[in-house]
């Protein structure tokens, strides 16, 4: 498949009061056009730091990020951000949340038809006039995975976004996603502390090492949707990659 985004050589490094911290050492890495692409490793490793690299909120000490083909210098529209901290808009409904990033749609019927196409996908239909203090946490997590898709991004970087929810609700948005992939195509980069997680949905794993975080290992994953997480295969998947994080699994 067509490279949608490569990185070379990657570092970022911190000033602190004690010293020079450095956080991302020399990553490099190429992620094809629709592949989605999951990244683990221990806390405090520099997960985020990378991504917001790729994603263009923060520059690089040195290396480069391109996105088909051109350096990465800033955010741009092609790709959101979904954070673990959520970022919908309290004063604003559903609908209005959902339209919020559709500036270059000129017709507000054609607006609310694409808002309340994406709260029918993620499963709001019905909710389309209700505030985000009405809503549940998991509700809000759709919301925000709604309108970051209404706007039709090639690239969603999502980075823990379903850290804050239960194991039910997480599974139940973990399974809403993979409908929404199949649907449209995303490249899709997802930064997650649970391996479990990141089989579930990814097409490859890397595992970062501590800080200063390097590339470690890197796992495809190849067992086709619906991926049945007590099968075998992704036991021992999940073996593999914990053994990488230096963490015993249990049988």
Not at 166 to 192: P, Y
Not at 210 to 222: G, L
Not at 236 to 246: D, V
Request: with cysteine; aromatic share 4%; proline share 6%.
């Amino acid at each position: 498949m067509p490279i949608k985004i490569d990185v070379a050589n990657l570092r970022k490094s911190f000033s602190t009061d004690k010293g020079t911290l450095t956080v991302v050492d020399d990553v490099s890495l190429q992620v094809g056009d629709g592949e989605f692409i999951a990244i683990v490793g221990p806390s405090g490793c520099g997960k985020s730091t990378l991504m917001r690299m790729m994603a263009g909120f923060i520059p690089p000490d040195s290396g480069r990020v391109l996105i088909d083909g051109a350096v990465r210098t800033q955010p741009g529209p092609q790709g959101i951000l979904i954070s673990q901290h959520g970022s919908v808009f309290p004063w604003l409904t559903v609908q209005e949340n959902l339209m919020f990033g559709l500036n270059a749609v000129e017709s507000t019927a054609e607006k609310i038809a694409i808002a309340d196409h994406y709260a029918n996908i993620v499963g709001l239909k019905g909710f389309e006039g209700a505030y985000p203090h009405e809503l549940s946490g998991g509700m809000l997590k759709r919301v925000e995975i709604a309108r970051a898709l209404a706007v039709k991004p090639a690239i969603l970087y999502m980075d823990e976004p379903f850290s804050a929810l239960d194991a039910l609700m997480s599974l139940r948005m973990r399974n809403e996603l993979l409908k929404i992939l199949g649907q449209e195509r995303h490249t899709v980069l997802l930064i997650t502390h649970d391996v479990e997680e990141a089989i579930h949905l990814a097409d490859r794993i890397m595992v970062l090492s501590p800080r200063p975080t390097r590339i470690q290992a890197a796992f495809d994953v190849k067992m086709p949707h619906p991926r049945k997480l007590t099968s075998p295969e992704v036991q021992q998947l999940r073996q593999a990659i914990l053994k990488e994080l230096g963490v015993e699994a249990e049988d």
